[in-house]
């Protein structure tokens, strides 16, 4: 008799890593930056002469989290950017 084969196994496309960050806003001040971070529970980071406040996230919903509450505590500019 012969053996049975093993079904095939299929294949699930791998899932990608959503991760980036919410750009909340840039500043000409790192005190005016670091105090909207901390608000936030975002992060600094220098561009060039300016300050950017920036909250990391890993998910989607972690990212419509923090755009949520950047633009609830009024930076209505606030914006997604996914890494590549």
């Known amino acids: 008799k012969p053996a049975a084969k093993p079904a095939p196994s299929i294949a699930k496309p791998a899932q990608a890593i959503v991760g980036g960050y919410v750009k909340v806003a840039t500043f000409s001040s790192q005190s005016r930056a670091a105090a909207t971070a901390k608000s936030l529970g975002g992060t600094v980071v220098k561009a060039g002469n300016l300050w950017q406040v920036r909250m990391p996230f890993g998910s989607d919903a972690e ?12 930076f209505g500019d606030a914006v997604i950017l996914r890494d590549r």
């Open 63 to 74: 990212a419509k989290a923090a755009l949520a509450k950047a633009k609830a505590k009024g």
